[in-house]
C-alpha cells in the first residue's frame, strides 16, 4: 500500500488518543493520529515522525500521523494498513488461491475482517496490527481487548463446526524475531489465543516492510504461545 503526500516531523505530545502535536517544516502543527492504542513506547517527545497531508479543506486537521522512528526502526502505527496491506497480500496468493474474497463479514456474534473459499472451503481471517516490540520481540495487544478474545473464542468455534479460522497478526515493522501474547497487560486474550491454537484456529504473524511511504507484508514470523 502506498501514501501520498508524506512529510517528516518532530513528535511534541499526544492529548489524547486522537490528536498529537507534531512541528512540521518548522511550524506546530495538530495532527490526527490513526491509532487509538496507547503506543507510547512509538511516541517520546521529539521522535522523528512521518505524517500524511490531506487536501481536504473540510477537515479539522490537516495531517495524520502515520509512522514513528523507533532507534534503527520505522515502525508503521496506522491502524487502517494491516486490512489493506493483507488484501493486497490475499490478492497476490500469499495464502495459495482463494476466491469470493469480501471484507468484514458476519459470524456468530463477530464480524471478521474477512471471508474467503481456499481449496472449497469456506474461510474466516481476523486480522490484528501489532505495533508493540522490545528488543525484537513483539507482543499484541498494547491494551485490553475484549473484543479482540471474543474475536478468538467465535473463531474457535467456526473451526469446530468446519470452517478453515485464521488469526493474523500485522507486524508494523520489519526484522523481528517473534510474537508472543502479551499475558501481563491481558490475560484472558492470552488463553484465548492459545485455545484457539488448540481449537484448529491457524495462528499466523507476518513482519512488513515499511517505508515512509509504503508498507507490505513481509515474511512470516514465529508465534510462541
Not at 500500500?1 to 492529548?15: K, Q, S, T
Not at 507510547?40 to 477537515?59: F, I, M, T, Y
Not at 494491516?82 to 490475499?90: F, K, Q, S, Y
Not at 508494523?172 to 502479551?182: F, G, I, K, R, S
Request: charged fraction near 25%; aromatic fraction near 6%; glycine fraction near 10%.
Amino acid at each position: 500500500m502506498i501514501y501520498a503526500g508524506m512529510v517528516p516531523g518532530v513528535f511534541l505530545r499526544r492529548p489524547n488518543r486522537f490528536i498529537a502535536h507534531v512541528v512540521i517544516d518548522g511550524q506546530e502543527q495538530v495532527v490526527h493520529v490513526k491509532n487509538t492504542g496507547r503506543c507510547r513506547e512509538l511516541l517520546p517527545e521529539g521522535a522523528k515522525v512521518w505524517c500524511q497531508r490531506s487536501d481536504n479543506p473540510d477537515r479539522k486537521t490537516k495531517y495524520d500521523l502515520i509512522a514513528a522512528q523507533k532507534g534503527d526502526r520505522l515502525i508503521n502505527m496506522d491502524s487502517q494498513a494491516p486490512n489493506a496491506a493483507v488484501r493486497e497480500w490475499l490478492l497476490a496468493g500469499g495464502l495459495g488461491q482463494v476466491e469470493q474474497l469480501r471484507p468484514e463479514t458476519t459470524w456468530g456474534g463477530s464480524r471478521f475482517d474477512f471471508s474467503f473459499v481456499k481449496d472449497g472451503k469456506q474461510c474466516l481471517l481476523e486480522v490484528k496490527g501489532v505495533t508493540l516490540e522490545d528488543g525484537g520481540i513483539c507482543a499484541f495487544p498494547d491494551a485490553p481487548t475484549q473484543r479482540g478474545a471474543r474475536h478468538l473464542r467465535e473463531l474457535t468455534q467456526a473451526a469446530g463446526q468446519g470452517l478453515e479460522a485464521y488469526v493474523l497478526f500485522v507486524i508494523q515493522m520489519e526484522d523481528v524475531a517473534y510474537l508472543h501474547p502479551n499475558d501481563a497487560t491481558d490475560p484472558e486474550f492470552g488463553q484465548a489465543l492459545r485455545n484457539a491454537a488448540l481449537g484448529g484456529v491457524k495462528v499466523l504473524a507476518m513482519d512488513c516492510r515499511v517505508t515512509p511511504d509504503t508498507m507490505e507484508i513481509g515474511k512470516q514470523v514465529p508465534v510462541i504461545l
